[in-house]
């Protein structure tokens, strides 16, 4: 099951992904973030608030964990990759994004002294060889036309604090309903939004009002940022975030699936083997094979 939700959680946000760098013209990155997360909020408030009064005492002793997920989940990490979306290629993005099990299993090494198995390693190899392909179109001599600007920067900026998050997400209370700590940390990232969202304003950057706007608010609203947080946030109280991570990887996989099925695009050899190298590293570093003993 918690494999089932980190899968979900991969899925929805790259639908998150596509729209963001197709929706970059007409809606700034943090409007984007800020209407994103009023709707999420919206949507949350009739089931957290009343458990709220309950699981308070709790929620306010790890108010400075709230602030954490708050500011590097909510605000940090939507606002860098909704600017990023200007000025770097789709193809540049998912190259850095998939850095970010590479991250979460070096500051898990650093600030909880967690360790590594051979198999694990073994499964982000994979892993990124199937990002690889699929970014290279299964053409190694693609590697000299790549090129980093400043949106590729940005992405990888926003793939530390992703990291960050992930881990920190190892110390939320169990007291306390997953649905209020959303909230919470949903309200916590807004606070922490405003200056940014206020600058955009003064500098008369709007977002533009129509129906592709709006659907775009309801899908990330509700979908990436209600669902897939829900179900991230459970897979990864399962599994840790070093296992967790690694779907991070089905992201370029599913962007891939999703181009062929909505945009149109062709299904060529090498995304099927980048699929098949993503889904093999994820099983090697995910599932251990037990030894039945007499």
């Not at 605000?75 to 099990?101: D, M, Q, R």
């Not at 967690?114 to 499964?123: C, I, K, T």
């Amino acid at each position: 099951m918690p494999y089932l939700l980190l899968t979900l959680s991969a899925l929805i946000w790259s639908g998150n992904f596509v729209i963001s760098r197709a929706m970059n013209h007409v809606i700034p990155p943090a409007g984007f973030v800020f209407w994103r997360w009023v709707l999420a909020i919206v949507v949350l408030a009739p089931i957290a608030l009343p458990r709220l009064r309950r699981d308070w005492p709790v929620l306010r002793a790890n108010l400075g964990l709230v602030c954490i997920c708050g500011l590097f989940g909510v605000t940090l990490f939507n606002y860098l990759i909704y600017t990023a979306v200007h000025w770097t290629t789709a193809i540049n993005a998912a190259l850095v994004n998939s850095a970010i099990p590479i991250f979460i299993i070096m500051f898990g090494r650093i600030l909880y002294r967690e360790s590594v198995s051979l198999r694990q390693h073994l499964g982000i190899a994979l892993s990124l060889a199937g990002v690889a392909t699929i970014i290279l179109q299964g053409d190694l001599g693609r590697i000299r036309g790549l090129s980093f600007n400043r949106g590729d920067l940005l992405v990888l900026l926003a793939a530390v604090v992703w990291a960050l998050y992930s881990l920190a997400l190892r110390r939320h209370p169990r007291e306390v309903n997953p649905f209020v700590f959303l909230f919470a940390t949903a309200v916590a990232g807004l606070i922490f939004l405003v200056p940014f969202y206020a600058l955009e304003l003064a500098q008369g950057t709007f977002m533009t009002v129509n129906a592709p706007t709006v659907m775009s608010i309801v899908y990330v609203g509700i979908l990436a940022s209600v669902v897939a947080f829900m179900a991230w946030t459970a897979g990864l109280r399962r599994v840790g975030a070093q296992t967790g991570g690694q779907f991070i990887h089905l992201m370029p996989a599913f962007s891939t699936i999703l181009a062929v099925i909505f945009l149109g695009e062709r299904l060529r050899p090498f995304h099927l083997t980048g699929i098949i190298l993503i889904f093999t590293g994820i099983l090697c570093a995910t599932f251990r094979i037990k030894a039945n003993r007499p």
